[in-house]
């Protein structure tokens, strides 16, 4: 087991560039590509970005691509995801999950553990 806890949300304004944390815990020896995901209201779950075990491969969806950066640090078993240039529509709950896939992937069904989320709410 995994347990993953979010951190670093609130509200910012258009143009912001808050950081969001994801602090680790239990099963944390084994090797697991981790991610972010987000959730605005009445929309579905969708992938935000993801990187590798060894943090050498990100993706991102092509919305915050060029705006967010996500990164690692294995020794302090810790997820962030610096944002930058937010607009309204990235208002959303994120998610940080860990996924024991052995290919880096993108979908919520590759993830086997979920934190309980923090809410960006970004305003005009």
């Known amino acids: 087991q995994v347990q993953l806890v979010e951190s670093g949300g609130g509200l910012v304004q258009a143009g912001g560039s808050p950081r969001l944390s994801c602090t680790a815990s239990?099963?944390?020896?084994?090797?697991?590509?981790m991610g972010w995901f987000r959730q605005a209201p009445g929309k579905e779950r969708e992938f935000v970005a993801a990187i590798s075990w060894g943090g050498g491969i990100t993706k991102y969806t092509d919305s915050v691509e060029g705006r967010f950066t996500i990164s690692r640090d294995n020794s302090k078993n810790t997820l962030a995801l610096q944002m930058s240039s937010l607009k309204p529509e990235d208002t959303a709950v994120y998610y940080c999950?860990?996924?024991?896939?052995?290919?880096?992937?993108?979908?919520?069904?590759?993830?086997?553990?979920w934190g309980q989320g923090t809410q960006v709410t970004v305003s005009p």
């Open positions: 239990g099963r944390t020896r084994s090797r697991y590509h």
């Open positions: 999950a860990a996924s024991y896939t052995t290919a880096l992937l993108t979908a919520r069904s590759d993830y086997n553990y």
